[in-house]
């Protein structure tokens, strides 16, 4: 779990993947115990923050605010069928 010490911000990444079935799961690997899936995708993403806020105010023992930062990299995957040949 994740050190946090009072008056510090601590980045948790969050890893979003899409399903075989079109829905979509989220974890991360800075807290454990935090994966969601839906069908729905933006079932996830409307769960994300509370899941941290509770997971996280439960390991401290403290009420955690957990506040949305927009990435400032992303990764783009493409499988063989998204390739065009030359």
């Known amino acids: 779990m994740l050190a946090i010490y009072p008056g510090m911000t601590t980045k948790v990444t969050v890893t979003f993947e899409r ?18 899936s839906h069908k729905d995708p933006a079932m996830v993403l409307a769960d994300v923050k509370p899941a941290l806020e509770r997971i996280l105010s439960h390991a401290h023992g403290k009420d955690m605010k957990v506040t949305e930062e927009i ?3 992303c990764e783009y995957v493409a499988d063989d069928a998204d390739l065009v040949a030359s």
């Open 19 to 36: 399903r075989e079935d079109g829905g979509l799961m989220a974890w991360s690997d800075d807290v454990p115990g935090f994966v969601l």
């Open 71 to 73: 990435p400032m990299r």
